[in-house]
């Protein structure tokens, strides 16, 4: 093989190289876009969660306030009853 001929061999591998590293920084670019997109529906979905877990949080809050009230009414309807010196089924009353 004499020098010019090695030279076009190197020249021929070196184009093909280059052709390469231009898809692979293509690629890179598509990757890097996916990524981003992936990093925007990620903060979607967290902040979809947090509202959820707030959802959650004020129903049990809301659920807590309504065992509260209904011990009240149960505490109330007892003590009526022992005016009344009645033993109540509170068990039956809560079924009105």
Known sequence: MTNAEFQKAVLGEL???KGD???????IGEIKARVSNMEVRQDEIYHVVRAIEHSNQVG???LDSQNIRLAKV?????????AYNEEVDVGSASNL
């Open 15 to 17: 184009k093909g190289i």
């Open 21 to 27: 590293i231009g898809e692979i920084r293509g690629e």
């Open 60 to 62: 049990k809050s809301e």
């Open 74 to 82: 149960e505490g109330k309807l007892k003590r009526v009853a022992k």
